[in-house]
């Protein structure tokens, strides 16, 4: 029987386990297997503790891991998992997803997500197997940077300008609450969330792109670039469509486009030669603008779920 080792914290030595087996199972399975939240709270930690599910071998190697956030009262726990492609097959995944959802029992939650990075058919095969249902699709969208940019003027009487830390932050989070207050997992970010973010070696608010009233200066929308894969990463550096956000008032008037495209020509700027994005599949407004401007799909990122009384 799988040991299943279970903390409330991580710590240093276990976080770089975690990560350098995380680091192996992407190198193989082309995905890595953590969302950046999740991959945020696993080297910060956060207000609120998650629970950490470990397997590990009789010398100490880490096998496999589990994070399982139960704060969410709401949609339920949330649960990303991984094993060593070398201990793949010998019921260690299946030991992890028992775990969680006893975690999630013990929380009083009656619900779990599951998420399948990549959508790996064993990770599929796993969750409908332990009665888990295909209940949310992610695409990552790519597309070239060398490929023409059409043109996408900003509107009459908008500006646009770059993040100024210790200016911009509360009007950030007022204009991403209102932009995404039907997605919770954007639209609810705090302060702390936003600095989290700026404290992390990728950002840059040279490529945080704001569009304001040229006449009030009232932020109307945003685009927030990123830049990741350099230092040491296995492949090369790519630009990221992180977010894009437009304040309700300002629908209709083609600023999301127009803030999109500025933010890709920021990339190219930067010397990247290709960009990506994630947009919920049955965001369907969303995908026909980012494939009009010529991304297509690369990946998929499944989150399954299992409910009970």
Known sequence: MTNVIRLAHLSDDDVAAVLDLAAQAGDTDGTYPFSEHVVLHIRRGGEQAAVHLLVREPDGTLAGYAHVDTTDAVEGAAAELVVHPAHRRHGLGRALVDAAI?????????????????????????????????????FQMRRSLFAPLPERELPPGVTLRAFEPGRDEQEWVRVNARAFA???????????D????MAEPWFDP????????????????????????EGGHQHDPIGEVYVVGVDPDAHGRGLGAALTVAGLRHLRGAGLDQAMLYVDESNTPAVRLYTGLGFAVWSTDVSYRRSWE
Do not use: C, N, Y
Not at 194 to 197: F, P, T
């Open 102 to 138: 006893s975690a999630t029992e013990e929380a009083g939650l009656r619900s779990l997500r599951l998420w399948a990075h990549g959508d790996h058919p064993s990770a599929g095969a796993l969750g409908v197997e332990l009665g888990f249902t295909r209940a949310r699709v992610l």
């Open 194 to 197: 936003l600095r989290i973010r």
């Open 182 to 192: 039907h997605h919770p997992d954007q639209g609810r970010w705090t302060i702390d």
């Open 206 to 229: 040279a490529g945080f792109l704001l569009a304001v009233d040229a006449d009030t200066g009232a932020m109307l929308g945003f685009h927030w670039t990123k830049v990741h894969g």
